[in-house]
Nanobody, 122 residues
């Protein structure tokens, strides 16, 4: 089990920014993904990170988000800019081990946090 705790969600106006944080309770060699799920929709991958030089972004988010990690503190960040109302969702942090494969595929992740809500108003 890898306890993951997300924070940083909140309510912002369109065009605003938020930085989400995910703190892992272990320093094991995992890689991490951020996912989101809006009501009535499937969970979708947003970004994933192995190292700060090995990342993956979903095409629909490129240019607006940055994922990074602080290995010393085992924290993964998701910086989101120019937020839109359609970005409103519960955002989840997830972790898994193994090879860097399908990093934006939610079913391949074993460990999940409880989520943090992001609400963007127009």
């Amino acid at each position: 089990q890898v306890p993951l705790v997300e924070s940083g969600g909140g309510s912002v106006q369109a065009g605003g920014s938020l930085t989400l944080s995910c703190r892992a309770a272990t320093r094991s060699a995992y890689y991490y993904g951020w996912f989101r799920q809006a009501p009535g929709k499937e969970r979708e991958g947003v970004a994933a990170i192995l190292t700060n030089s090995t990342t993956r972004y979903a095409d629909s988010f490129k240019g607006r988000i940055t994922i990074s990690r602080d290995n010393a503190e085992t924290i993964v960040y998701l910086q989101m800019n120019n937020l839109k109302p359609e970005d409103t969702a519960m955002y989840y942090c997830a972790a898994k081990t193994g090879v860097w494969s399908e990093p934006l595929s939610a079913p391949t992740y074993k460990f999940w946090g409880q989520g943090t809500q992001v609400t963007v108003s127009s």
